[in-house]
Structure formats: structure tokens, C-alpha cells
């Protein structure tokens, strides 16, 4: 069974910056594309980054050029930092690969609030 454990997340100002981790186990993590999706209350889920198994990244138009996803696979780890983070970038956000079907972790709160 893969676990993702999302960690990371807080209150922070507008303006501010975050690092979320997420630890996923046990699985070939190195052969799977990774992503962070986000829930924001009343909203669906959605995928706001997204990095292959080689590396090639793509990111939702809201979190252009403010998020940044990374990947370590000899831990097994995916990242993502979020700068110039805004109240609508409130939201409880999870890992997970997109091309899997395994389930959602809990996630970690991220909520940017003055």
C-alpha cells in the first residue's frame, strides 16, 4: 500500500513563502510522474503542478512563475515551494502521482491570511 505524508504546510502572510514535502512509500518512486493538487474549500480538487519521472515540469496558470516543484528520488520525496503566496492559494494540499490510483493522504493546510 503507498502512503503520501504531506507536511510543511501553516498560516503565513500574503506575500510570504512555504516549503511543502511529501514523503511516498513504499513504491518505485523514481519511475513515476509526481503532483501536487490542492483543495480549497467549496472547490473541487485541482492539479497545480506536476513533474515527470525525468524531470519535465508543468504548473497550473495560477501558480506560474510563484510555485516551484522538485523531486529527490533517493528519498523518495517530491516538493514544493510557494512564494508570493496569496489568499486564494489557501487550500489543504496533497501529493500523489497522476498516473496512479492510489489513495490521497491527508494533506497539509496551507492557509495565507493577514
Known amino acids: 500500500q503507498v502512503q503520501f505524508v504531506e507536511s510543511g504546510g501553516g498560516l503565513v502572510q500574503p506575500g510570504g513563502s512555504l516549503r511543502l514535502s511529501c514523503a511516498a512509500s513504499p513504491f518505485i518512486f523514481s519511475i513515476y510522474d509526481m503532483g501536487w493538487y490542492r483543495q480549497a474549500p467549496g472547490k473541487q480538487r485541482e492539479l497545480v503542478a506536476r513533474?515527470?519521472?525525468?524531470?519535465?515540469?508543468n504548473y497550473a496558470d495560477s501558480v506560474k512563475g510563484r510555485f516551484t516543484i522538485a523531486r529527490d528520488n533517493a528519498k523518495n520525496t517530491v516538493y514544493l515551494q510557494m512564494n508570493s503566496l496569496r489568499p486564494e492559494d489557501t487550500a489543504v494540499y496533497y501529493c500523489?502521482?497522476?498516473?496512479?490510483?492510489?489513495?490521497w493522504g491527508q494533506g497539509t493546510q496551507v492557509t495565507v491570511s493577514s
Open positions: 513533474i515527470t519521472h525525468d524531470s519535465r515540469i
Open positions: 500523489k502521482s497522476p498516473v496512479r490510483t492510489d489513495s
